[in-house]
């Protein structure tokens, strides 16, 4: 019998949602790979709760994972699913309500049962109270179709159920038409060691696979096609801002000719750093994990001192924590690099959620004049150049830098291309190694920063630490002039790095118009979509974004006042857009958004069209 064809389409978003135990961050990202491989483009958006184990079958403890794929260039993971995949009541309960109407609901019928119903608060069954009512609904028994596959092997039932997530995975790769090979092989690596379990698994992700061919022409399944994206010719690999960051942070310490040494302390999103840069130990990175924040930090600037460079990590409570190290920092003006993946909340707040919510604490937030350069990531690759960047701006002006990135950056995933590393610029570090008129805070005319110099290097000896240094000698000084001029001379390194940056250009649209839409971070991405769509249908609207923050690029001011509007787009209550407006006196506006969750590209063309209409 002849096989249904499968439908075109350009893209599609899907959404596996189900109990944390329920491997759907697994699932999802080896849906991802198997994307990537099929050369589509693609956006990720991982979500999971902070807890631990939340109870089992609760909403609390649903953790869920977005793919946006397309046969064409695209930014986001998508405003909402195509197809939602619910492992169980509690995922229906709290995902169903971003499924338009008409859209394709997936369900393991099997765990429908009274219990988990009531742990999910539905008083009656959805799939038979109409609450499903306008929906495609594929309901299957996942659950027993698992068992069935896997009978005959020796695994208790709830090990074989365990592997439910892989059948499904199987079912969904069939559907899209993508292959499995790269699964099978991905799980005969991760269970070398338990060859029963990686037996199991495998017999699951076929045997779904095998359950979209058996029922293909029940015209119960539908099946996609989603043509390769037109990208550029070169080697591809799908990448999380986690990843780029720790790759571009190798590199930049390689193009300065140092050592890098990383202390870092656990922190929800920051630890992925950590693990990333503990795997890379035979590149010659050294790995602290210390007891607390202070420590971490402390370290690493102890690292720099020596000579290497010291880089840190963490979330905004633990960026509270490390103030005090970084005024230390700034006033020994040593190279040190800080990552800050931004979470959602004052204090502990949602670890797991997205936000930009710490640009003050970035900009302003430590004792006294303290200024620093800080500097911000768009996407998930872009997090490979900012890093490097970072360390080239730490070394040459002999200052600690903030790398701000968040939630979303660090886990969310899209194609990248492999860069040839031997292209980029070298900036290599020349330590201080002449004793004749050596002074600690002899300072480079052109750029401001101190002499580094080697502890140990003979006549070079010298004091360091937070108490005001001579500007000649480098001794400590209590003289109120003397401390005017290196507070002022402090400022004005971190000013002239503005001359050191990129102009600013506009990433959409012309240099002038009706309304630029400013942004900065992880929001390029639905912000650069919004303004395409609005200019598509003949607004003049222009998306401009940042990437370095303090000091602003020199031509930014120019640049803003070529439109009759600006609109400052940010993941907080008005950070960036406080900021702008006290630089340049802008009358901007906001639009702002502090739900844990990016910007959907619908409120941002909403946004958009609002500010135009009230001109």
């Known amino acids: 019998m002849d096989e249904i064809p499968r439908q075109s389409i350009a893209s599609a978003v899907i959404r596996f949602a189900g109990d944390s135990g329920d491997g759907i961050q697994l699932t999802g990202m080896q849906f991802t790979q198997a994307t990537a491989a099929m050369g589509n483009d693609l956006a990720t958006l991982p979500n999971f709760p902070a807890e631990i184990r939340a109870p089992a079958g609760t909403t609390y403890g649903v953790s869920s994972f977005q793919i946006h794929f397309a046969a064409y260039d695209i930014l986001t993971p998508g405003d909402a699913p195509d197809i939602l995949v619910a492992m169980n009541p509690a995922a229906l309960k709290v995902h169903l309500r971003d499924v338009p109407k008409g859209g394709t609901v997936v369900l393991n019928s099997g765990a429908f049962t009274k219990r988990n119903l009531a742990k999910a608060d539905y008083q009656t069954n959805p799939l038979e109270d109409g609450t499903l009512d306008g929906y495609r609904v594929i309901a299957i028994d996942i659950s027993q179709q698992t068992l069935q596959a896997l009978e005959g092997l020796d ?129 010659g990175v050294l790995i602290f994990q210390a007891e607390d924040e202070i420590a971490a930090v402390c370290a690493a600037l102890g690292a720099s001192y020596t000579g290497a460079l010291g880089v840190t990590s963490s979330s905004g409570p633990g ?40 640009l003050y604490q970035a900009v302003f937030g430590r004792n006294g004049e303290t200024p620093l350069p800080v500097l911000a990531a768009a996407t998930p690759s872009d997090c490979f150049a900012t890093a490097i960047e970072a360390v080239r701006i730490a070394t040459r002006y002999m200052t600690p830098v903030i790398l701000l990135t968040d939630g979303y950056l660090v886990n969310a995933a899209e194609p990248w291309a492999i860069p040839d590393v031997e292209s980029i610029a070298s900036f290599p570090v020349a330590f201080h190694t002449e004793a004749d008129g050596f002074y600690p805070f002899l300072r480079d005319p052109q750029t401001l920063a101190r002499v580094w110099a080697r502890p140990g290097t003979p006549g070079l000896e010298h004091r360091i630490g937070g108490l005001e240094k001579d500007y000649a000698s480098g001794h400590i000084s209590y003289d109120p002039n003397n401390h005017q001029r290196m507070t002022q001379v402090r400022a004005a390194k971190i000013r002239g790095i503005a001359s050191d940056i990129p102009l600013q250009e506009v990433a959409v649209g012309d240099s002038q118009g009706q309304l630029a839409v400013v942004g900065w971070g992880s929001t390029f991405g639905a912000i650069d979509e919004a303004v395409r769509r609005v200019r598509a249908q003949g607004l003049a609207v222009s998306h401009i974004h940042l990437r370095y923050i303090n000091p602003l690029p020199r031509n930014l001011g120019e640049l803003l006042r070529g439109f009759d509007r600006v609109l400052v787009a940010e993941l907080n209550n008005g950070q960036l857009l406080t900021w702008l407006r006290s630089e340049y006196l802008l009358p901007a506006a906001g639009f702002n958004q502090v739900t844990g969750l990016p910007f959907r590209v619908t409120d941002l063309e909403h946004a958009i069209r609002s500010q135009l209409e009230n001109r």
């Open 319 to 358: 960026m509270a924590l490390k103030t005090e190290a970084l005024g230390l920092a700034v006033a020994c003006e040593l190279p040190l690099v800080v990552v800050n993946a931004q979470r959602a909340g004052p204090s502990t707040g949602m670890p797991t959620k997205t936000e930009q919510a710490d």
């Open 155 to 283: 695994l208790s039932q709830t090990e074989a159920l365990r592997c439910k997530n892989l059948w499904t995975l199987g079912l969904l790769l069939w559907m899209y038409g993508r292959d499995f090979t790269g699964t099978e092989a991905w799980t005969k690596q991760r269970f070398t060691r338990q060859p029963k379990l990686a037996e199991a698994n495998i017999i699951a992700l076929k045997a779904g696979y095998a359950y979209g061919e058996i029922h293909e022409l029940d015209a119960l399944l539908p099946s996609f096609v989603v043509p390769k994206a037109d990208m550029a010719a070169g080697l591809y690999r799908t990448v999380t801002g986690t990843e780029a960051l720790a790759w571009g942070l190798l590199v930049g310490v390689h193009k300065a000719g140092l050592q890098l040494f990383f202390g870092s302390y656990p922190i929800t999103p920051a630890s992925g750093l950590l693990h990333t840069l503990a795997a890379l130990r035979s590149y």
